[in-house]
């Protein structure tokens, strides 16, 4: 059965006792705990049966682990007499395992084929492995046709809307929403075809009546409790729990809880609001009800909005309460304080099947091996591991993995790092001990050989200890990349910060004693001004291009393996095409075009902020070319968008064009690119453009490069 299936299932299950709990629970404290708290700790329940949370050692865990070894047991036990009659068939002849193993894989195809139930159990195992289907698509259609049936609702009830524009009504409206703290405008609509007081709208609410004709003091009650309704975000609650119902379709136990929470949260509106208008005033809200309830019938509502009185059934009840009312004692509190730390605890001790209990039984269905010893099992494990790499399947390696012993682990490891499958040896390292000898070893490895990401996934096995030895050694040599995850990882940002405005200086006092001065964003070489200045470590932690398009010369720095500036040359034109592409041609006169190369020089750029780099008039044919670069930040965007789309200053328009977007799909992994290039044409209409550059998610920092724009056909 597929593993998520399981889960989901242990969830559904888990979810059950709860709500049996709930119930029996609710059927003895009814009357002396609050209705309000009765509402809302159906939401714990609701979290059990969406989310896979609980304790490491837990109820669930221990019954599915029963059951696999049940079925491992059962599994061996016919296995071995498969095996046994096979023996018995060829003479009873005294034959080692390895000579039965084979006698049993030639005679599999003619044993199947011989046994009368194999068809079968083909068709109950076809139906066992793929019954997710099955579930999906209940589910799938049980949501389409709630959301169809509201939607149909809605347009119903707008179809005979008529907004209310009495003054005077308008005003005890917002004198109400003031005392209620709704600070959000609700409108006020009347329609005679519905059969009570509700209210819909998610984001713009609004309160619907059947009639404009009541009395002062029962329109204050109903739209008291509407706005009660709409303030506690009721229709988001009803809508999560219909989900719920959705996903657990096979459960009965899940229509009744959601047939109790849309009663309760009636009861709950009915005591805060009573809570709000005082003990004095219950019998008049008793009246409202009983006037509302009387025009039940016209037309039924539905789950997706939340009404003055859900049906006639629940009146009798409701009006038993109202007249009860009282607010709760200290003590009431405590204990209902109690009870929900006692479900949180109760519901994380039931817990859910864990992914990492999957077990032999399931290798063992999945390929159908003849005999189970020891032999055999370390030949399924190799099997299982290696197809569950080929096929890209994470959570089936990632236990596969954690049954190998550490020698096998070291194999494994040394090959996802020469295959670079980060996501592999990512799930893998989490399997290892903190500190343990493979973490030291491959640190060590990706250490010496500069492999950044994967060493950045070790330091999550790493003690703090360990942590502080390798930003010891990485701050001695020098290796800034190293350090920034170290200090990350120790929670030492404003140490990253200093060091890194302590680099910067190092790297002034470098250029300059091999002749390379900087004034402000203009690099000098020998007194000369520099056109292009690249300067690339061979680890990629450190990246600088820099293109003034007043400079008359092109230099490169080169640098050895430890980053130490080797030598400064001047770049040849092949270098210089080669990097820019063939948007620089010195031996070009461009006589019937003109190239223009906006330099990128900014230290920082704050996350959402955008730079507008200037306007241009773009025709068709006009070439484009992005070379922009950022050492830090996740996430980067270059482009154009219509000069006329933009309205205000604050406001990014929502369609760019020619626009590249660039994610760091690590922290600090590499250097952030948006190199591209382009030519203007249909669909794109010729016209004004404005070149941006901005920040996506979070700051960007020293970013550099050039855009360049060759207009064609230049009059």
Known sequence: MNTVLKIFLSMSFSGTLLILMLFLEKRFLKDKISRQWQYYIWLIIIMRLLLPFGAEVNLMGKIYQTMDQVIIQDTSFVKQKKSDKISDGIGGLDVNLEQNNQKMDNSSDSSEILTPDQPFQDIVSLLINHIWLIWLMVMLGMLIRKVTIYQSFIRYVNAGLTPVSDIEILDQLSVIEEQAGIKRQVELCINPLISSPLLIGFFHPCIVLPSSDISEKDFRHIVLHELTHYKRGDMFYKWLVQITVCLHWFNPLVYLMSR????????????????????????????????????????????????????????????????????????????????????????????????????????????KLSVID??????????????????????????????????????????????????????????????????????????????????SVLTDR????????????????????????????????????DLEKQLEAQQLEEYQSYGVTNEGKAYYYKGQLVHIFLDIRKDSSFYTLDINPQGIVNIKITRNEVGEIKSVNYMTEEEVEELLGSMYDPDDELEDSELEVIPIHFETIESGEVIWLGEYTLCDGDKIWYDVLAETGSGMEVGFV?????????????????????????????????ISDFTFGSPVKPGTYKLFLRAINETLRNVKGSISIECINVS
């Open 642 to 674: 219509k000069a006329e789309d933009i309205k205000a200053e604050d406001q990014f328009p929502d369609t760019t064009y020619y626009s590249v977007c660039n994610y760091r799909k690590h922290p600090i992994d590499g250097i952030q690119k948006c």
């Open 260 to 367: 109790e929470i849309t009663k309760e949260c009636e009861f709950s509106c009915d005591e805060a609001v009573l809570v709000k208008i005082g003990d004095n005033h219950v019998q008049d809200y008793g009246k409202t009800l009983l006037d509302a309830m009387a025009a039940v019938g016209k037309y039924k509502e539905t789950f997706g909005v939340v009404t003055l009185s859900e049906n006639k059934q629940l009146l009798k009840e409701r009006l038993g309460a109202i007249m009860s009312f009282k607010k709760k004692s200290r003590k009431v509190i405590i204990l209902t304080s109690a009870l929900t730390v006692c479900i949180i605890f109760i519901t994380f001790f039931i817990g859910v099947y864990p992914v990492e209990a999957t077990t032999y039984a399931s290798f063992i269905e999945e390929n």
């Open 462 to 497: 790493m003690s703090e200890e360990a942590l502080e030895i390798w930003l010891d050694r990485a701050l001695e040599d020098r290796q800034i990349n190293f350090q920034s995850i170290l200090f990350k990882k120790l929670d030492r940002d404003d140490e990253l910060d």
């Open 374 to 455: 020891e032999k055999r099992e370390e030949d399924i494990s190799f099997v299982q591991i290696e197809r569950y790499y080929e096929d890209g399947s994470l959570p089936l390696f990632q236990v596969a993995f954690s049954r190998l012993d550490e020698e096998a682990q070291s194999t494994w490891l040394n090959r996802i790092y020469e295959d670079e499958k980060i996501a592999f040896f990512s799930i893998s390292v989490n399997q290892l001990k903190e500190d343990s000898s493979l973490i030291q070893l491959f640190a060590e490895k990706t250490y010496t050989e500069r492999s950044i990401s994967f060493f």
